[in-house]
């Protein structure tokens, strides 16, 4: 078969689809099918990886060799055969009327009406992480900068938590490629007013993490943020951050506030679930992803 129609209608692409030009890499990883891309499968990884060094070294968005549209090739075909889609317990959308009922009924939903306030789209595919910390900064009313265009007022967007000492940890642009992992977002929480405390999921288990997230949620000048992969609970996307908005104790659900509004609603998934998702390598750190305390 030609190479031009190297893909099946399912789960590849025929060349007519990559974008013109030829895609960045962050463009790269977000083309493959959602529940491949990036997996903790290590020859994906490398194809990834692969492009950002090609980049890094000043061949910017040249095409890829046929020998790497090959590799991509083999991988997602053995992926396709060997990698379903992982399985979560049902998820509870709020939006349905089972997940208004849980919201009605729960626990400790306090800081959900602070964080819902406040709570706006990630505004570029990478930025769950900025998303989420402006978010949070907002709702804990600490003292916010004041954008130009909102003078006199103040706001934490997106764009203002690149604080000078920010970029020196990972800069906007390198974000906008792949992201903040949990030690950067912690990182930038601390350098923007506030005291952060993060646990990879492989230090803790199920019931700790239940203890943490009612805790937090009890005080009101806490927040709990969760880094966790979508692929592990069934929904298309990878590595992805949102706040944790309340808690219902008799289902033993968290209430995910997703800041990719443009994908999904906030949901309510079981802890065994969330741990399932957290309890997952991040391949920009080559650690467990987890969740970030956050206190006023």
Same mark, same amino acid.
């Given at each position: ?71 991509? %090739?083999?991988? !997602?075909?053995?992926?396709? /055969? +060997?990698? @379903?889609?992982? &399985? ?120 700790? %993490?239940?203890? !943490?997230?009612?805790?937090? /949620? +009890?005080? @009101?000048?806490? &927040? ?73």
């Amino acid at each position: 078969m030609p190479f031009r129609a190297f893909v099946s209608r399912r789960y590849l692409l025929t060349e007519r689809h990559w974008p013109s030009p030829v895609p960045s890499c962050r463009t790269a990883a977000s083309i493959l099918p959602m529940q491949f891309a990036p997996t903790a499968t290590a020859a994906t990884h490398e194809i990834v990886k692969g492009c950002r060094r090609r980049r890094h070294q000043g061949f910017g968005r040249l095409g890829w060799s046929t020998a790497m549209r090959t590799k991509i %090739l083999l991988v !997602l075909a053995a992926l396709s /055969l +060997a990698s @379903p889609m992982a &399985r979560a317990d049902q998820l509870i959308y709020i939006t349905e009327p089972a997940g208004e009922k849980l919201f009605d009924e729960a626990d400790e939903k306090s800081a959900y009406f602070k964080l819902a306030t406040y709570l706006e789209t990630e505004q570029i595919l990478t930025f769950c992480g900025p998303a989420t910390i402006a978010a949070v900064l907002n709702s804990l009313e600490i003292k916010r900068p004041s954008p130009p265009r909102l003078y006199p007022w103040g706001l934490f967007t997106q764009d203002l938590v690149f604080t000078p000492e920010n970029q020196k940890i990972k800069s906007y642009a390198m974000v906008e490629e792949d992201g903040l992992v949990l030690e950067q977002i912690n990182a930038f929480l601390i350098n923007l007013g506030v005291k952060a405390e993060f646990h990879h999921a492989d230090t803790i288990d199920v019931s700790k %993490l239940r203890q !943490l997230i009612k805790d937090t /949620l +009890a005080d @009101p000048n806490k &927040r709990l943020i969760v880094n966790y992969t979508r692929q592990a609970i069934g929904q298309n996307g990878a590595g992805h951050v949102s706040p944790i908005g309340a808690y219902d104790a008799e289902t033993d659900r968290a209430l995910v506030l997703d800041v990719a509004k443009y994908k999904y609603p906030p949901v309510w998934m079981t802890l065994a679930d969330l741990y399932k998702a957290i309890n997952t390598i991040d391949s920009g750190s080559n650690k467990t992803r987890g969740i970030v305390v956050v206190t006023k």
